[in-house]
Each structure stands twice: as C-alpha cells, then as structure tokens.
Nanobody, 121 residues
Framework: QVQLEESGGGLVQPGGSLRLSCAAS????????MGWYRQAPGKQRELVAS???????RYADSVKGRFTISRGNAKNAVYLQMNELKPEDTDVHYC???????????????WGQGTQVTVSD
C-alpha cells in the first residue's frame, strides 16, 4: 500500500553535484522519518542521511559538510543534495521510510528499489 518513487541518480564527475528525490505515496497516515542509505555488493546497508518528521537530521561522517537532506514540497518527500562528490560516493542509494503508518493502522518500514550514483571521470 506504499510506493516510493526515486530519481536523481546518474553519472557525475568528481566535484560535481546530484540531487536525489524520493516521494512516498499510498494510504499514508504518518511517517516517523525518511532517509537515504547506500549498499555496496557484499556490504551492510548504511545510513547516508535521514530526516525525521520533526526536522532532526543525521549524516554519515563521510558526507558531513557535503550532503544536505531536506523535506520536499510534496506531502511525503525528501531530497538529498549531494555536493563535492567523490569517487568513493559511488554506490546504489536506497530511499527509506521509517515507521510509515497506513490507514488500516499498520506500521511498516519501506524501501525503494535503489538508484545508482556513479562518480567518475
């Protein structure tokens, strides 16, 4: 009953920028937080950045000062502005919705399908 639409990934040169977008839709009553995670093959999925419904943010140490997460103008949307990109930022990035409550009272965690970020010359 929840869909996530991800966009904004692609190929960029080192030092360039990308803006990832994620919008949640469905019979959503509330969301605790939304964020972006990355996962390389054979590695654990890890936080890149997240933002709660109250506006509190968290960032991975490796992206602090370069990335900014913010709420979109859609009802349930989040953006990740990625500046000063480095080759080590290359990975699949997944949108996450934490504790999304739907109209029947159930609460889920939900993941997008992932969008590729590649930083290379």
């Amino acid at each position: 009953q929840v869909q996530l639409e991800e966009s904004g990934g692609g190929l960029v040169q080192p030092g360039g920028s990308l803006r990832l977008s994620c919008a949640a839709s469905g019979s959503i009553v509330s969301i605790n937080a939304m964020g972006w995670y990355r996962q390389a093959p054979g590695k654990q999925r890890e936080l890149v950045a997240s933002i709660t419904s109250g506006g509190s943010t968290r960032y991975a140490d490796s992206v602090k000062g370069r990335f900014t997460i913010s709420r979109g103008n859609a009802k349930n949307a989040v953006y990740l502005q990625m500046n000063e990109l480095k080759p080590e930022d290359t990975d699949v990035h997944y949108c996450n919705v934490d504790r999304v409550r739907i109209s029947n009272g159930l609460t889920y965690d939900w993941w997008g399908q992932g969008t590729q970020v590649t930083v290379s010359d």
